[in-house]
């Protein structure tokens, strides 16, 4: 009765996970499909606890409560700018998880004086290999995210071989211990040695893998270390023969795979040649005068006259990007677009698949202002109309901007699919200075005949643009 019972949870856990994510397709319905999935989470906890009988009724309330507690203090003290650094912590600790979790059935093994069959100890390796990787290499996404870590791709002599050689090293310990389970009790060296083995080359690997991608690509590496987290997670759930993690791994290693192709379509870029790295870097300082950078002009404006294009144009599109996190200006940006639709200007936000440090960054930066859902367009459903835009105002955006993505070849973003914010009758572009992208790739589109400049912080010069517009 009481497996009925936990079966029936899991199942129940199980519906709430997919129909969690199916809401997640949504950001009008993406809070409730969060809600969901962490519901069905805790009834698979607990579901299992009982099942193991791991803990009891006050210890596991005692566990819920702590665990709770860090969630809202997390919730509560992480700013925006920091979310995609803690999505990357998120990923490397789940890894870990798994790989410890897996790595304990070794030790419950030799407790028991029993051997480890061939699947157990297949499952095993692969948990602890996936899980390391993720572990380190996500360690590494969340250095180059917070500036720990420089943002340019990191290389050194002999680099690929010596990533070949642990990769080689890797699968060589999970065959040896693979073909010494099936004869030797887990208290001999085969199996034991070869988790600590493999731990501390997938450990390597994890790091070898990360640091020569760029800054511009951390957030497809994120998408992929979330997916592996998961495959970490289900692989972990065949070792315990738990029907809960296998499904709720498989969730969230699948969505994490057709993200990164999202991501990588986005990009115009192939898997393959984002893991091979050397693609976005930290760009220098450039000088926020016009004429700096290679002789060109650059038209700067000021807020009075911002103002007043934006107040008497009758579409305005508002292309958000990680400057706009930065500055923390998202209710200022909200507050000057409900000024100007008081005054008849119909707008809209243009988001673009890879714009901010992770994917969604920009819906959730702006559901957090309370931005109306029915506002939000993404790229392919509101590229059509910059042609009859009259302002388009990029606010702290730039590559996904840039027009040399679609002649330059000879630039690294070309093929990538961008916003046509070049096609809208004036580009009010919101920048500290002429500094290029997080690809380093100049922008183009500064030094447009119908871009102007509005150099300074983002919240700054929009709380300057809220003023004038209300004196108009």
């Given at each position: 009765?009481?497996?009925?019972?936990?079966?029936?949870?899991?199942?129940?856990?199980?519906?709430?996970?997919?129909?969690?994510?199916?809401?997640?397709?949504?950001?009008?319905?993406?809070?409730?499909?969060?809600?969901?999935?962490?519901?069905?989470?805790?009834?698979?906890?607990?579901?299992?606890?009982?099942?193991?009988?791991?803990?009891?009724?006050v210890e596991m309330i005692a566990g819920l409560a702590v665990g709770g507690l860090i969630g809202v203090i997390l919730a509560k003290r992480v700013q925006m700018t920091s979310m995609p650094e803690l999505v990357a912590a998120f990923n490397g600790f789940g890894g870990l998880a798994s790989a410890l979790v897996a790595s304990a059935e070794v030790a419950r093994y030799i407790t028991e004086s029993t051997p480890l069959d061939f699947?157990?100890?297949?499952?095993?390796?692969?948990?602890?290999?996936?899980?390391?990787?993720?572990?380190?290499?996500?360690?590494?996404?969340?250095?180059?995210?917070?500036?720990?870590?420089?943002?340019?791709?990191?290389?050194?002599?002999?680099?690929?071989?010596?990533?070949?050689?642990?990769?080689?090293?890797?699968?060589?310990?999970?065959?040896?211990?693979?073909?010494?389970?099936?004869?030797?009790?887990?208290?001999?060296?085969?199996?034991?040695?070869?988790?600590?083995?493999?731990?501390?080359?997938?450990?390597?690997?994890?790091?070898?893998?990360?640091?020569?991608?760029?800054?511009?690509?951390?957030?497809?590496?994120?998408?992929?270390?979330?997916?592996?987290?998961?495959?970490?997670?289900?692989?972990?759930?065949?070792?315990?023969?738990?029907?809960?993690?296998?499904?709720?791994?498989?969730?969230?290693?699948?969505?994490?795979?057709?993200?990164?192709?999202?991501?990588?379509?986005?990009?115009?870029?192939?898997?393959?040649?984002?893991?091979?790295?050397?693609?976005?870097?930290?760009?220098?300082?450039?000088?926020?005068?016009?004429?700096?950078?290679?002789?060109?002009?650059?038209?700067?404006?000021?807020?009075?006259?911002?103002?007043?294009?934006?107040?008497?144009?009758?579409?305005?599109?508002?292309?958000?990007?990680?400057?706009?996190?930065?500055?923390?200006?998202?209710?200022?940006?909200?507050?000057?677009?409900?000024?100007?639709?008081?005054?008849?200007?119909?707008?809209?936000?243009?988001?673009?698949?890879?714009?901010?440090?992770?994917?969604?960054?920009?819906?959730?930066?702006?559901?957090?202002?309370?931005?109306?859902?029915?506002?939000?367009?993404?790229?392919?459903?509101?590229?059509?109309?910059?042609?009859?835009?009259?302002?388009?105002?990029?606010?702290?955006?730039?590559?996904?901007?840039?027009?040399?993505?679609?002649?330059?070849?000879?630039?690294?973003?070309?093929?990538?699919?961008?916003?046509?914010?070049?096609?809208?009758?004036?580009?009010?572009?919101?920048?500290?200075?002429?500094?290029?992208?997080?690809?380093?790739?100049?922008?183009?589109?500064?030094?447009?005949?119908?871009?102007?400049?509005?150099?300074?912080?983002?919240?700054?010069?929009?709380?300057?643009?809220?003023?004038?517009?209300?004196?108009?």
């Open positions: 009765m009481a497996t009925t019972i936990i079966n029936l949870a899991y199942l129940l856990a199980a519906a709430l996970f997919i129909f969690g994510l199916k809401r997640l397709q949504s950001p009008a319905t993406a809070r409730g499909g969060n809600q969901l999935a962490a519901l069905g989470m805790l009834i698979a906890v607990v579901a299992t606890l009982f099942l193991q009988k791991i803990l009891t009724p699947t157990t100890t297949l499952t095993i390796m692969i948990s602890v290999l996936i899980g390391m990787v993720t572990f380190s290499g996500s360690f590494v996404a969340f250095g180059k995210l917070s500036g720990k870590i420089s943002g340019n791709p990191i290389d050194f002599p002999g680099m690929r071989v010596l990533t070949l050689l642990l990769t080689v090293g890797s699968l060589a310990a999970m065959v040896w211990a693979v073909m010494g389970a099936p004869d030797f009790p887990a208290v001999t060296d085969p199996v034991v040695w070869s988790v600590v083995g493999l731990s501390a080359l997938a450990l390597i690997l994890g790091i070898l893998l990360v640091i020569p991608i760029g800054g511009a690509d951390m957030p497809v590496v994120v998408a992929l270390l979330n997916s592996y987290s998961g495959l970490a997670a289900a692989a972990t759930g065949f070792v315990l023969s738990n029907t809960a993690l296998i499904v709720s791994g498989a969730l969230v290693g699948a969505s994490g795979l057709i993200l990164t192709n999202i991501m990588c379509v986005a990009m115009n870029r192939s898997l393959l040649n984002v893991l091979l790295g050397g693609f976005g870097q930290e760009a220098d300082e450039a000088a926020p005068v016009a004429g700096a950078v290679e002789g060109k002009p650059v038209t700067a404006t000021t807020p009075d006259d911002t103002a007043i294009l934006l107040s008497y144009a009758e579409k305005v599109i508002i292309v958000p990007g990680y400057g706009l996190a930065v500055a923390q200006a998202q209710h200022q940006v909200r507050e000057l677009a409900d000024l100007l639709q008081e005054r008849g200007v119909e707008v809209k936000y243009a988001i673009h698949p890879v714009a901010g440090r992770m994917p969604g960054h920009m819906n959730v930066l702006l559901a957090e202002a309370n931005v109306p859902y029915d506002q939000l367009f993404e790229m392919d459903e509101v590229n059509h109309e910059f042609d009859t835009t009259d302002v388009s105002l990029v606010i702290g955006a730039n590559d996904v901007v840039n027009p040399a993505a679609r002649h330059d070849k000879t630039s690294p973003i070309y093929g990538m699919p961008i916003l046509n914010v070049d096609h809208s009758r004036t580009v009010i572009f919101l920048k500290r200075s002429l500094r290029p992208g997080y690809s380093g790739v100049q922008n183009e589109l500064f030094f447009s005949p119908n871009t102007r400049m509005l150099f300074g912080d983002a919240k700054d010069s929009v709380t300057s643009l809220i003023t004038e517009v209300k004196e108009l």
